[in-house]
């Protein structure tokens, strides 16, 4: 069979408009396509393979799991599953572990968990669900729901109710939504789809001030931002702050699809036997994957590595604007960096990323004005080199015309 990106069109739904070459192989933070032409990764899968393509021990685990055993529901427990869960509980501020199979999955049961707790512990007035403009959350109807861009959500007919959308980083405007009725504030500790953009400490500090008053639970979307992304293994670590509720997924699997909720003994107690489910939550593969996968990461070395990766990013993206002027600030943390275009660049991330495609280098936007990077967690020192200077060429082909 042909397989080439024009077959794309003819066999697949036209929700993505992927780039014109089809990667065939990986290997750490480098690509091939089907031409065998190579390119450094800046994307990491959108913030996925934290450990490069292909990490020697993932790809052992994986293959010493698929020897013993693959899937078995949750009318049954496994070994892989009751191991990670130990060490997520162990490692966080969480006592008890659910297992889904991504981000927008893991959310999903955050926000049924609280709506649970909340009718629980205070009545069915007590529903409202409060999350921020420009934050992202998953595809779910009720997650798109909960994310900030409407955008996402129009079109699919009546949505889910008492969804309301503050603006982030602004205190006031939460109060002014928040109250009894609130059941939970949902948050990413670092907006990633948005635009890479912080929180300021004393308005993570004030969400969980406002929670704590009105007795609505403070979820934590650390899908993007957790495992290691931001130099901490939960970003919440190095912000302060803890959540009731943290979701994680992408880095968590390193590749493999998995998602998980954690939150504690107390909070846990609602989803009560047949609450909520799935068939391949907890899946031994995937669990098998993913505690490999926080064994590496969670390790002084990786941690602190990726401190340094973010200050060669840092350095070699100002003075790529030195000679080319083209960011107004590069921003983010760790290995979650958006380079954010001035007024002569507005509107044209894509722009630079076709570009950077076109120089054999594999980046990410975030939004129309935001060049986002979100490579492997280990990328050799020599491999951000190497695509700085792929991403130099790019950017001096957008600025030459
Ligand atoms: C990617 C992402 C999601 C959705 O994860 P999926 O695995 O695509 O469902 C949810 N929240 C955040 C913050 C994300 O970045």
Redesign the pocket.
């Known amino acids: 069979m042909n397989v080439t990106r024009e077959l794309f069109d003819e066999v697949m739904v036209p929700n993505y408009n992927p780039a014109a070459m089809v990667p065939v192989r990986g290997k750490g933070s480098r690509v091939w396509d089907q031409e065998g032409t190579e390119y450094v990764d800046f994307a990491g899968g ?2 996925v393979n934290a450990l490069g393509h292909c990490h020697p021990e993932l790809v052992n685990v994986l293959k010493e799991q698929g020897e013993k055993l693959w899937h078995l529901s949750n009318v049954f427990t496994n070994e892989p599953a009751l191991r990670l869960a130990k060490k997520l509980t162990d490692l966080t501020f969480a006592d008890r572990v659910y297992f889904a ?7 999903e049961a955050a926000l049924k968990l609280a709506r649970r707790w909340a009718l629980d512990h205070y009545g069915e007035h007590k529903n409202q669900i409060i999350s921020f403009k420009q ?6 109807f009720f ?1 798109v729901t909960v ?1 900030g861009q409407a955008a996402y959500s129009d079109g699919f007919g009546p949505k889910p109710g008492a969804v309301e959308h503050a603006s982030y980083n602004d205190l006031a405007s939460l109060e002014a939504l928040i109250s009894d009725n609130t059941c939970a504030v949902m948050m ?1 500790p670092l ?3 948005g635009g890479i953009i912080s929180p300021t400490p004393e308005f993570v500090k004030g969400v969980r001030e406002l929670c704590d008053k009105h007795n609505a639970l403070l979820i934590f ?5 957790g495992v290691g992304r931001t130099g901490h293994l939960y970003a919440y670590m190095g912000l302060g702050v803890t959540p009731d509720i943290l ?1 994680t ?2 880095a968590l699997g390193g590749g493999f ?1 998995i ?1 998980a909720m954690l939150t504690t003994k107390d909070i846990a107690a609602s989803l009560k036997v047949g609450t909520h489910g799935s068939t391949y939550g907890g899946n031994p593969l995937a669990c098998a994957v993913a505690e490999k996968v926080l064994d590496i990461i969670n390790s002084p070395e990786v941690l602190e590595g990726v401190k340094h990766k973010e200050q060669l990013f840092r350095d070699g993206l100002m003075a790529i604007n030195a000679k080319y002027n083209v960011f107004s600030e590069v921003r983010g943390k760790g290995l979650l960096l958006g380079a954010v275009l001035n007024d002569n660049y507005q509107g044209r991330s894509r722009d630079f990323l076709v570009a950077s495609t076109a120089e054999h280098l594999m980046v990410l936007i975030a939004g129309a004005n935001v060049v986002r990077f979100a490579p492997s967690l280990i990328i050799p020192d020599e491999d951000i080199k190497e695509g700085l200077a792929r991403f130099e060429r790019a950017v001096a082909k957008v600025v030459n015309g």
Do not use: M
């Not at 979307?221 to 931002?225: F, K, L, M, R, S």
């Open positions: 959108i913030a199979n991504s981000g927008a999955e893991a959310n934050g992202f959350h998953g595809r779910t997650t994310g990413e907006q990633g789809e979307d650390e899908v993007q931002a979701t997924a992408k699809p998602g």
